[in-house]
């Protein structure tokens, strides 16, 4: 499992930490882990692959009702079989104001560091002009900076073809 917490003050340094837990491609799998890990966050940001074909509300349910934290989350590859409330629950991408920094929460970025953005998240993140994007879909934690931008792949959370992964 991979947890990852964005800590900062607002601007005018009055604000207390805001932490965000971030997770991603859990794959209908709800690991009671979580619950540890994601411990007095405020929000809980999730980088798609909630469910796996379908189960993605069970796993969003599970997951706010056992941390007590809200979560926000945008749809990833296997987040298919949605009707209209789950295009509601799992957008292609997010915006995320968090104590003065834009966060940017979509799917698939890129393989990781040393590959090219993705055309369709190059365009948000010129127009949206993010500080951070959070991204999942590799299933490989990772963290980098491409033009002035902060890119934060936490990792997988579920069960995948990737099992030799850490989680």
Known sequence: MSATMIQALDESQQAPLVKLGLISDTHAVFDPAVVVYFSGMHQILHAGDVGHHGSHKEVLQQLATSTSTPVLAVAGNVDDKLDAAGHCMLPSHRVIH?????VLLVHI???GPATKID??????????????VVCGHSHKPACWVADGVYYINPGSAG????????R
Do not use: F, K, R, Y
């Not at 968090?98 to 834009?102: R, S």
């Not at 069960?159 to 850490?166: F, N, R, V, Y």
């Open 119 to 132: 055309a369709s998240v190059a365009s948000l993140v010129q127009q949206i002009q993010p500080d951070i």
């Open 159 to 166: 069960s995948s073809c990737h099992e030799q992964l850490p």
């Open 109 to 111: 970025v890129a393989a």
């Open 98 to 102: 968090a104590a003065g920094w834009v």
